[in-house]
């Protein structure tokens, strides 16, 4: 199985964005922020579309929508937003429109 690391050298270094999960699953990783840390484990080369002060950023919004459409069950925080869950074609659009490079998905 390779690391992040791994796949960043061997496929180029960008931003990752992961399904979100809720319940006992997000107890697999220690914390639902765990995956916040890609920075620092990859030497930077895998970016975290959310990380530490993500309220503050003007992406917000749009990291969270993305978020929706790639999940099952996704925490949708932010209030007023129209979100479409578990649709991954818009999540794909949403991710290329980010500039997102990777996407995690929880296995089945």
Known sequence: MSTMQDIGKEQ??????????TGNDV???????????LPFFTDG????ME???FEASG????????AAAGSKQASNPVRRLAYD???VPLAVRYMQ????????????
């Open 12 to 21: 180029g270094c960008g931003r990752a964005l992961w399904e979100h999960q």
């Open 59 to 66: 992406t917000t919004p749009y990291h969270f929508l993305t």
């Open 45 to 48: 080369c895998i970016g975290s």
């Open 85 to 87: 869950s578990d649709n």
């Open 51 to 53: 990380g530490l002060y």
């Open 97 to 108: 429109d980010l500039g997102i490079r990777y996407y995690m998905a929880v296995p089945a």
């Open 27 to 37: 107890s697999s990783y220690g914390t639902p922020m765990a995956l916040m840390l």
